[in-house]
């Protein structure tokens, strides 16, 4: 049993779609070459028997040579047998191929999303993420399914022409001329079908993306009554999606049709003409049945070339939204090799002015909670660009000049949405699988969480359901308040982690968090009171800039704070 995908050993070709289709059909060379001398040999194969198949009715049947006829029905049964097995082996490697490249461009997809931070949802939405990596993938990955056939299909073709042309040279003029008229002639439909198949692709993304906004807020939608407002954009966009999927599916069936038309008139003029130089005497019995057997079989590669033509439109469109994924410049570039401080040093943050002194509770107030936040995200390096024009600085060193990994080892930042992923709880709470359950437990007990575990059958064995959806809003953010804590992070980023409990859980919350992190530094970006109350130390910003610092108590007399803190209570 093989395991996909493969490693990817080169970084992705991104200059064009062209580009990124030949650079993924490099990794797969060997199964690529082998579909198409499998391929080969099967059409080959098929061609090849209505020769044989003539030669046997002329020297066999009507020369009355019984050696010859069962000579000829011994190559039949041989050249059967071969496009048998061979038909098979093509089978199986073109399958192989298809999954390679579909795999091997989700994989990707998913390395990209993973490294490039919060600019790839900023440029791209969820819906295209979504339906690049579920569907364009896919499409992708048939082209490599149809080279070997395409391959075999050109071959038997050229070999056809020749045989065709050894009976009668006007019909192997005819063939070579006619056949490619006839795949000509389905370029004037297949022009209309990428257009279409393009604008269905569209719809499609945008459906998907409101689908997923929908889903992401349908807890707050049933909370004020406005599903229904989401509801109809979404029908909206799915009946636009289903008129231009409707005008693909017309494009499709006229290209099927026109095909079916295009190589039956072709069949019927060739047989006609040959019936015709059979009359006359010009060719034997058994060659106008191996005209007649070629005629049919000249359909098969007209037929390969429309559906080869129609999987590469849908192909350069997947492609084309691929190299839009991965060509998006990740938040922040890993070119750091600076070393961090030694150990526990401040942050500077030059944007706002504030300090976060190593080893105390700190606490971030602003009129504006998404100020707060930003200031969170900074000190976290997410976003290089942002810092670009106002450095955050840890000690005395640019964070930006510090690699990446040693920022993450020492710096966690918990989002204010944070999210769970599936898997047991135990798996959830500790990704490393460092802590051991009494840990834990404790840290359970510190996120105000333990009730949660007390109504889970399995405890900390429970399996949670995508995205935590069998937990509400407050559970999931004490769950990843737990999270946060097991992490015994030497500087933790806590972004509103109690804007969803209620206010005893808060109470508690904040009871515990002062021994919960004691000696290492924490930044809490809130309005709680209950919070604040427990903080050494308050950064009260105003416009996005420190205006004042001190403890809870001594900035209750600064009357905009007071609002701001009077407003979160």
């Known amino acids: 049993m093989r395991t996909y995908p493969y490693p990817i050993k080169t970084s992705p070709d991104t200059r064009s779609p062209a580009r990124y289709l030949l650079w993924l059909g490099s990794l797969q060379l060997p199964s690529l070459i082998g579909g198409i001398v499998c391929g080969s040999i099967w059409l080959l194969a098929q061609a090849t028997m209505p020769l044989v198949l003539g030669q046997t009715i002329d020297r066999g049947i009507l020369g009355k040579d019984w050696g010859a006829l069962l000579a000829g029905a011994a190559v039949m049964l041989v050249l059967g047998l071969v496009q048998a097995i061979f038909a098979v082996l093509r089978h199986r490697i073109a399958v192989s191929n298809w999954l390679q490249a579909a795999y091997r461009s989700v994989q990707v997809i998913g390395h990209k999303i993973t490294r490039t931070g919060d600019a790839l949802p900023s440029a791209i939405s969820t819906g295209e993420l979504i339906n690049t990596a579920a569907s364009d993938a896919v499409r992708i990955g048939q082209i490599y399914d149809l080279t070997a056939r395409l391959s075999g299909a050109v071959l038997s073709y050229l070999l056809v022409s020749v045989l065709i042309w050894n009976i009668s040279w006007q019909l192997g003029l005819i063939v070579l001329i006619g056949v490619p008229v006839c795949c000509a002639l389905l370029l004037f439909i297949i022009r209309p079908l990428q257009a279409r198949q393009r604008e269905q692709r569209e719809m499609a993304g945008k459906m998907t993306a409101v689908g997923a906004d929908t889903v992401a807020g349908l807890r707050v939608l049933r909370g004020i009554g406005g599903e229904h407002i989401f509801v109809a954009r979404y029908r909206s966009r799915s009946q636009e999606t289903r008129f231009s999927g409707n005008k693909v599916a017309r494009s499709v069936a006229t290209l099927d049709g026109t095909q079916l038309v295009v190589t039956g008139a072709f069949a019927v003029l060739f047989t006609w003409l040959g019936a015709n130089l059979a009359v006359s ?20 590669p007209v037929r390969i070339l429309a559906e080869m033509v129609s999987a590469v439109i849908r192909a350069f469109v997947g492609a084309r939204k691929v190299v839009a994924v991965l060509s998006t410049d990740p938040a922040y570039a890993d070119q750091g090799s600076t070393p961090p401080p030694s150990g526990a040093a401040p942050l500077r943050d030059t944007a706002s002015g504030a300090v976060i002194q190593p080893g105390r509770l700190t606490a971030v107030v602003s009129s504006d909670p998404a100020a707060s936040t930003k200031l969170a995200e900074r000190l976290g390096r997410f976003d290089d660009a942002e810092l670009a024009e106002h450095p955050v600085y840890w000690a005395e060193t640019d964070l930006r000049r510090i690699p990446v990994a040693s920022i993450r080892e020492r710096i966690v930042f918990s989002e204010a949405d944070p999210q769970l992923f599936s898997g047991s709880l135990r798996e959830l709470l500790d990704p490393r699988g460092r802590a051991s359950d009494e840990s834990v437990l404790a840290a359970l007990e510190d996120a105000g969480a333990l009730d949660v575990l007390d109504g889970l059958d399995e405890g900390l064995d429970h399996q949670v359901t995508e995205r935590g959806r069998g937990f509400s809003g407050g559970q999931r953010q004490r769950l990843a308040l737990c999270r946060a804590l097991l992490s015994n992070a030497e500087t933790l980023l806590l972004a509103e982690p109690t804007s969803a409990v209620d206010a005893h859980t808060e109470a508690r919350i904040a009871a515990r968090l002062r021994a ?14 209950l919070l604040l109350g427990v903080m050494d130390e308050v950064l009260f910003l105003v416009d996005g800039r420190l205006a004042a610092r001190g403890t809870h108590r001594e900035l209750l007399s600064v009357p905009e704070y007071r609002t701001v803190v009077i407003r979160g209570e």
């Open 516 to 529: 919960a992190r004691s000696g290492r530094t924490t930044l809490v970006t809130t309005a709680s009171p």
């Open 281 to 300: 005497g010009e060719i034997s019995v058994g060659e106008l049945v191996s005209l007649y057997g070629f005629s049919v079989f000249l359909v098969t």
